[in-house]
């Protein structure tokens, strides 16, 4: 079967999907997952599909290096990282991880808007 042209743009814009995504320790499966990716399913909220990827993420949390795992998320340029890492903070309702990591980064601002 073909691919659409919508898979072939979402293949375009979350082409770093394909990296190993090894500085983000456990989270890194999350990121790497197959079929669409976990931020993208996450913000179109399609029930088991987004259900799925918090349940990764979810996992990700209980390994030893989590709390390393999202400093590194939140310290990419790439708001991909920045929305897995948000999910992470809300699960963990504060037992564990640190929101400075978070702060810092919006108060960085858009990746997007960093060299205007």
Known sequence: ????????????????????????????AVLK????PAPLMLLSMRGAEAGAVIG?????????DAVRGVGALF?????????VGAVALILDSGR????AAMWQSIDAGSWSRRNS
Do not use: C, K
Not at 3 to 22: M, P, Q
Not at 96 to 99: A, F, G, H
């Open 96 to 99: 564990r991880l640190d929101p």
């Open 1 to 28: 079967m073909a691919r659409s042209w919508l898979h072939t743009l979402i293949g375009w814009l979350f082409a770093s999907r394909d990296n190993t995504y090894v500085e983000y320790g456990p989270f890194a």
């Open 56 to 64: 990764r993420i979810e996992q990700a949390l209980a390994a030893d």
């Open 33 to 36: 997952s197959p079929g669409e």
């Open 75 to 83: 310290a990419s340029p790439d708001w991909r990282p920045h929305l």
